[in-house]
């Protein structure tokens, strides 16, 4: 506990703009066969610094075939709420979970080259206490931190639908279930809200049999991956609309609302469209009468290719679909970044109007059959995939790996885990650093990414941007 | 200064206390204003912070103010809400955690939220071995009153003093919100914040201890 708030909690987005710029990362490392444990990668991105863009620690776990995904911190902006104010918490603990076996670590990074396992929850203790399986998205919020998951009970996490449970974020004591009426949610996957308007917005990949040894594509193919977004009364714990987007828009998955709370929409990605192959991207925001509405603002075409180039997944379609994996939306709501796995691409749209997105830049790295080379000259395995960017919204990070036995499927002759920056113009447009490349250490792949004081898609803002 | 003067400056007292405590609700005030867009959502937000942490106060209060028609038991009543107001500041300071309860509550719902801080903090019993010293003052210069007109009195007094210590912290929450939005900025916001916590609960001790000695010893 603090005497004062902890300096990277910030009562506007506008104000976490103006915060000193982050000094690290800190990545995910993943063995996708499960030969070597999983970890997390410290990267200095201090210009100044003689080690910048190095992976300068490693906090390696003592198990193995967690298959790390995405992670948290115990506490963020939220913290300043002016009804829940825990003012005094530190930003201090990443919230690790392994998607494959359900066991979540806490790691204490209050000394970044120093970061190491504070406490390690084991998966029994969960499925006990939730009878929810493999942990996935964090947000620090009202009661403790939440965490969304993949799956329910049983050896193939389809005993029961997967939900949300809640977490102390001071004992990381497992504290149990969010939902009260879930309504016709009953798969999960990203979540995110805003705490002064009091709602919540979650979305769905698909249950544990669908993803974990590989796409199923004839799921896919007679559309029974995810296609609804779910909006819930957060404090009543409610599901209050749940919004199919129509069952050809598979797999929806990262939630993006306006970071300013006096906003009520967002985004949320579509991975692709089984009509077209297209990628899409729906705004979603509440209209004057209280109802939640969408709408298709952004799609993305595949592109045509010869089977031979293809993998065996997608001979059949003679073409490459784009892949829409990640978005991210920068702290000002201007820009809204969106990876195209597939295509080797990743995008940067103007959203200041949220229903008319202009694409503003462009970078051009791997793909599928384009092979896009990084500007230093080399490789770049797989695709553009989870993206994050600086508070200041000045540097965008990403790296390449999707989930493991879908990297596999889609690329199935790519090995490695990469780590790229590119810089955003004064007035959009993109550019990758040519120096910014980081190797993963071999056998190893690279995923989710969170930067030392917070970040564009973990900080809650209770106040406007004014 | 008299007893009763220095027993009404600490009403008054408390009320700045508690008002500048963010606990208490001001920076609540501060993000009505900012979310709604409009100067006007301050005050009233101001004014439902205040009238929950009245209700809390005199939910505290009133209990008290009926016992004092046990006359005979004026000492005993008076140690033990002393013994309770330290139990309450012991309490907080080893149970450091937060009130979840106040996580549920609706962000629209400013009087219900600020009536339950009030009482998870143990605001409202910060005042009672203050207003007993009072009510117990009176009844001394008093003394010839029957013991229903004393109770009578003692209601009166109770939603006086619960009054005036709500007019002082909604005086000090307002001053402060008020600087902030107009010129000081949400900067400002997690500047101003200190984790009053611990004195918090050590306040609650020691008034706990005047209380016990001032029943003790008279005033």
């Known amino acids: 506990m603090n005497i004062r708030p902890d300096p990277t909690f910030h009562a506007s987005a506008k104000l976490a703009m103006q915060a000193p710029s982050e000094n690290y990362a800190f990545t995910v490392m993943l063995s996708p066969d499960g030969e070597m444990s999983d970890g997390i990668a410290v990267v200095d991105l201090n210009p100044d610094s003689k080690t910048y863009g190095e992976i300068v620690h490693q906090v390696i776990v003592p198990n193995k075939g967690d298959e790390f995904h995405h992670f948290g911190w115990n506490a963020c902006s939220s913290s300043l709420s002016p009804l829940s104010g825990h003012a005094f918490l530190e930003r201090r603990y990443l919230i690790v979970p392994g998607i494959r076996s359900s066991r979540i670590y806490i790691i204490d990074v209050k000394d970044p080259l120093k970061a190491k396992i504070h406490k390690t929850i084991e998966p029994e203790e969960l499925f006990e206490k939730t009878g929810y399986s493999r942990p996935h998205t964090i947000h620090c919020g009202p009661e403790g931190i939440y965490v969304s998951t993949l799956g329910g009970a049983g050896s193939d996490g389809t005993d029961g639908p997967p939900g949300i449970f809640i977490m102390d974020c001071e004992t990381f004591e497992i504290i149990g279930r969010y939902e009260m009426d879930r309504g016709k949610q009953d798969k999960h996957y990203d979540f995110w809200w805003n705490l002064p308007q009091d709602y919540m917005v979650s979305s769905e990949w698909g249950l544990p049999p669908q993803f974990e040894n590989g796409i199923v594509p004839e799921d896919l193919l007679a559309n029974k991956y995810g296609h609804s977004i779910h909006f819930w009364d957060l404090r009543a714990r409610k599901n209050i609309q749940t919004m199919d987007f129509g069952e050809n828009y598979q797999m929806a998955l990262e939630v993006r609302p306006a970071h300013d709370p006096t906003k009520s929409y967002g985004f949320c990605g579509v991975v692709v469209d089984t009509t077209n192959l297209q990628g899409a991207i729906f705004t979603w925001w509440r209209d004057d009468d209280g109802k939640w509405q969408s709408k298709k603002t952004i799609t993305i075409d595949p592109v045509p290719a010869s089977a031979d180039e293809l993998p065996e997944l997608l001979k059949g379609f003679e073409a490459v679909p784009p892949l829409v994996t990640d978005i991210d939306l920068s702290l000002d709501d201007k820009y809204l970044y969106v990876a195209c796995w597939g295509l080797g691409e990743m995008h940067q749209y103007d959203v200041s109007d949220p229903l008319n997105p202009k694409l503003a830049g462009k970078v051009e790295l791997g793909g599928i059959i384009a092979h896009h080379k990084h500007p230093n000259g080399k490789g770049f395995a797989f695709g553009p995939q989870m993206v994050e960017i600086s508070r200041d919204g000045e540097r965008v990070y990403w790296t390449n790996s999707l989930y493991s036995t879908w990297d596999d499927q889609f690329y199935p002759n790519d090995e490695g885990g990469q780590m790229v920056m590119a810089h955003v113009g004064k007035n959009g447009g993109l550019e990758l650093d040519k120096d910014f490349y980081i190797d993963f250490p071999q056998g190893l792949r690279a995923h989710q990414i969170r930067l030392e004081g917070g970040d564009c898609s973990t900080d809650s803002f209770c106040y406007p941007s004014v | ?219």
Not at chain 2, 129 to 154: T, V
Request: net charge positive; no cysteine.
């Open chain 2, 1 to 219: 200064m008299t007893t009763a003067t220095a027993l009404w400056g600490a009403v008054v007292f408390s009320g700045f206390y508690h008002g500048i405590n963010p606990g208490m609700g001001w920076p609540l005030a501060v993000s009505a204003a900012l979310m709604e867009k409009k100067h006007s959502a301050m005050p009233k937000a101001i004014a439902m912070l205040g009238l929950g942490h009245f209700l809390a106060m005199i939910g505290i209060l009133l209990p008290f103010s009926l016992m004092t028609i046990l006359i005979e038991w004026e000492i005993q009543i008076r140690l033990g809400a002393g013994l309770l107001v330290i139990a309450m500041g012991i309490y907080l300071l080893i149970n450091r955690r937060h009130p979840k309860i106040l996580a549920r509550v609706h962000p629209a719902r400013l009087a219900l939220w600020s009536f339950l801080a009030a009482m998870a903090h143990g605001a409202g019993l910060m005042l009672v071995p203050i207003f007993l010293g009072i009510a117990g003052h009176d009844d001394h210069s008093a003394g010839h009153h029957a013991a229903q007109l004393l109770m009578d009195n003692n209601v009166i007094t109770a939603f006086v003093v619960a009054f005036i210590h709500t007019m002082a912290m909604t005086a000090a929450g307002a001053i402060i919100a008020t600087i902030i939005y107009f010129w000081l900025g949400l900067k400002f916001l997690s500047k101003t914040w200190f984790n009053l916590d611990l004195v918090w609960a050590i306040s609650l001790i020691l008034v706990g201890i005047f209380g016990i000695t001032a029943a003790l010893h008279g005033h």
